[in-house]
């Protein structure tokens, strides 16, 4: 009677061990745990599609260009009344010419850009290697520390440069002051 117990358990436990997906078993808990997974990182890469499509169709903000007329010489001659010839028309002709091409010189320069400075408000705050929290730290800035802004997408960070190492990163801009543009 007793090898007939043993051989029903046997059995039972192999009819277990198939029924329950044998080696390719997961649990329950691993299941949800690896789909919660997957959907974070497929919300994180959307976000980030996103993000790359609203930055790549934001225009580069237009400089405003005002030209600016600069007069480099100009000769004034008195004329007195006398007939006018052919000769005299062709003197003044050639030298309004060259007046008037004096005076089109146009200089226009580049845009002057003004930089937007800031400063960390907070005591001691992490600058990013990328826009968001899951971006690696590369430096920590202080309160009082002046920074220039590089780019600001307008979603809550801001691609800066520390004004005394010139390094380059990302920070929440609520954690600096008001733009001075």
């Known amino acids: 009677m007793g090898k007939i117990i043993i051989i029903t358990f046997v059995f039972m436990a192999f009819a277990f061990y198939e029924l329950s997906d044998g080696s390719d078993f ?16 497929e919300e994180v890469r959307l ?8 930055l790549a169709a934001q225009p580069e903000p237009a400089a405003d260009v005002t030209p600016t007329v600069v007069l480099t010489r100009a000769v004034v001659e008195p ?24 005076v089109v010189e146009v200089a226009i320069g580049e845009p002057e850009i003004i930089a937007d400075l800031r400063e960390v408000t907070a005591a001691r705050v992490n600058m990013r290697d990328g826009p968001g929290q899951n971006f690696d730290v590369i430096a920590k800035l202080t309160n009082g520390q002046q920074v220039e802004i590089l ?31």
Do not use: C, H, I
């Not at 997961?26 to 990182?41: C, F, G, P, T």
């Not at 976000?47 to 609203?54: G, P, Y």
């Open 26 to 41: 997961v649990s329950v808990a691993d299941e949800k745990r690896v789909s919660a997974a997957v959907l974070k990182a």
């Open 47 to 54: 976000a980030a599609l996103e993000k790359a499509e609203r």
């Open 79 to 102: 004329v007195e009344p006398t007939a006018v010839t052919t000769e005299a028309l062709a003197f003044y002709a050639e030298n309004v010419e060259e007046v008037v091409a004096d």
């Open 151 to 181: 780019q600001d997408p307008g979603d809550g960070w801001v691609k800066l440069r520390v004004g005394d190492t010139g390094r380059e990163g990302w920070m929440a801009d609520f954690l600096l002051t008001a733009s001075n543009n």
